[in-house]
């Protein structure tokens, strides 16, 4: 088939664009580089089934494929903050834009919805059918409730124009190729640690995150894709839950770093706890995460050591 990858140069699109050419799809990756990176996708520019296409989504496009993968959208809180008009336009403009492409040469396309979208939830661990619980008018909004109108268009697109559409709600996932200076919490530690520079602990460190690695949401999302009869929404996360601050302790340990942990203010609207109920994704797609925290965080590291001494940092 051929398979679109919209922010296929970022952290998760480049796993899956070499996840599709494994699978022996045609992947055309399409980025414009805000935090996509083309060393992400180096190896696979040899590969005559992979086609990049430097392209911004808040603007239509003409293409012709079977499948679309809708990716591009800033992650990072620091990232989604340092434009937020930027950010809101690329969830509903370029989803919108995706979506009439999707319509007009029936393509199946699937959302990287977000955790986000049940804000800082008073239902815990968060099943689907929690409606969530956002502030409109925060520093957070331009992802959360972008995330949430992009959701939106999805259904309606779908009930409307019949549009074949999947919407998958993805937890916080780490693995290598996060960008060194990508703020989020993972890589922001394990370079710190690895620097020997002081690890930034937000607040008193008590909020919790469950993160998953990366290859196991790119085959709990192929999966959700190659599935006829199911559209979501559905979580796709790791379960196994952590404090921010046994987080930190946790990253020290394994790089045996001199670090010290420091703490700095909270960000406003940081939501307090996080953990995905991912029965729906056992019991639809037969899916659940099969690497452990502590391997994940293994290869994550080495990846770091090398990227750090390649660029001196
Ligand atoms: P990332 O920042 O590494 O990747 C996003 C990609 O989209 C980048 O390559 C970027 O250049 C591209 N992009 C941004 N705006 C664009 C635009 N207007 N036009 C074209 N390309 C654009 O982030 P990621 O972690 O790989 O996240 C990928 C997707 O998964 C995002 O939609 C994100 O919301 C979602 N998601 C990620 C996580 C996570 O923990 N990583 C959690 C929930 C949801
Ligand atoms: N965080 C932290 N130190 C950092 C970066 C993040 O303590 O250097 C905290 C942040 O406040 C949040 C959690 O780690 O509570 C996860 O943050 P991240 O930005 O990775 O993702 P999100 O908040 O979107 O889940």
């Known amino acids: ?72 959208c800033p992650a990072s809180p620091v990232h989604y903050q340092y434009n ?97 200076n990508d703020g989020r919490v993972v890589s922001n530690f394990i370079v710190q640690a690895l620097k020997g520079e002081d690890i930034t602990v937000y607040g008193d460190g008590s909020q919790t995150r469950s993160f998953c690695y990366v290859s196991d949401l790119i085959e709990g999302l192929v999966r959700f894709m190659s599935i006829d009869d199911f559209i979501g929404p559905v979580n796709i996360g790791n379960p196994v839950e952590t404090t921010i601050l046994e987080f930190a302790r946790r990253i020290v340990e394994l790089t045996g770093s001199r670090s010290k942990i420091v703490f700095k203010p909270l960000p406003s609207d940081d939501p307090k706890q996080r953990q995905p109920d991912i029965a729906l994704a056992r019991m639809k797609l037969g899916w659940e995460p099969v690497i452990p925290l502590e391997t994940g965080l293994s290869k994550t590291v080495d990846y770091f050591s090398g990227h750090c001494a390649a660029s001196g940092s």
Not at 20 to 28: A, R, T
Not at 115 to 123: C, F, I, M, Q, R
Request: glycine letters at 8%; aromatic letters at 8%; charged letters at 20%.
């Open 84 to 180: 937020p008009v930027k950010t809101i336009k690329t969830s509903v403009m370029g989803t919108i834009n995706m979506l009439g492409l999707a319509k007009r040469v029936r393509a199946r396309i699937l959302l990287s919805s977000t955790s986000e979208v049940y804000g800082d939830p008073t239902v815990h661990p968060q099943p689907e059918t929690y409606w969530g619980n956002v502030n409109p008018i925060g520093i957070r909004s331009c992802y959360d409730e972008g995330k949430r109108v992009a959701e939106t268009l999805m259904m309606d697109y779908h009930r409307q124009n019949g549009v074949d559409i999947r919407i998958a709600r993805i937890f916080n996932t780490f693995g290598p190729r996060m960008a060194e």
């Open 1 to 72: 088939m051929r398979v679109l990858v919209t922010g296929g140069a970022g952290f998760i699109g480049s796993h899956l664009c070499e996840r599709l050419l494994n699978d022996g799809h045609d992947v055309l990756c399409l980025d414009n580089f805000f935090t996509g990176s083309k060393n992400n996708i180096l190896p696979l520019m040899d590969n005559h089934r992979f086609e990049l296409i430097r392209h911004d989504i808040t603007e239509p496009i003409l293409l012709e494929v079977d499948r679309i993968y809708h990716l591009a």
